[in-house]
């Protein structure tokens, strides 16, 4: 492999690093709004533990795309009958 090929395949890493590590912190940011949330609507340990715990299935299950979030949005609207405007 070329040299000039080698420096935009340690690049092209670099930036796919970054952009994991970006979007490992959103997703712990948005999980650490959601429990801080829930604690102060009244969840302790177990709850926020189980609700911890949920929360890693779903997002693993989105990541292995047998999820996605149209399907979330669905089960959101069908249960609760909340839709994408009421979250915002």
């Not at 189980?50 to 959101?76: A, H, K, P």
């Amino acid at each position: 492999m070329s040299r000039k090929a080698n420096d935009i395949r340690k690049k092209f890493k670099m930036k796919q690093r970054r952009r994991d590590e970006t979007t490992l912190n959103s997703l712990a940011a948005t999980k650490m709004i959601s429990m801080l949330a829930l604690r102060n609507k009244g969840f302790g340990h177990s709850r926020l533990k189980e609700f911890s715990d949920d929360f890693n299935v779903i997002l693993q299950d989105v990541s292995d795309r047998r999820l996605d979030l149209t399907d979330i949005l669905e089960v959101l609207k069908d249960e609760t009958d909340l839709d994408l405007d009421d979250l915002w």
